[in-house]
């Protein structure tokens, strides 16, 4: 299962949100801004497989137990 982010954002108003949200970030200003650059052109530093049973599991929702 693939997650597609909304590529088409506006940077310096989702950094001015997180900003507004969290002010002590306003010292981490050029690494989100380079972050959310990264999100943009589809660069992640991790991603995470779901097996196709776990996908089956979830959507009927039961545990793995």
Not at 27 to 53: P, V
Request: proline share 2%.
């Amino acid at each position: 299962m693939k997650t597609n982010f909304l590529k088409d954002f506006d940077i310096e108003a989702a950094v001015q949100a997180i900003i507004d949200d969290e002010p002590d970030l306003v010292a981490e200003r050029d690494n989100l801004i380079e972050a959310l650059n990264q999100i943009k052109a589809g660069i992640f530093a991790r991603t995470t497989e779901i097996s196709d049973t776990a996908q089956v599991r979830h959507q009927a929702g039961l545990s793995q137990s």
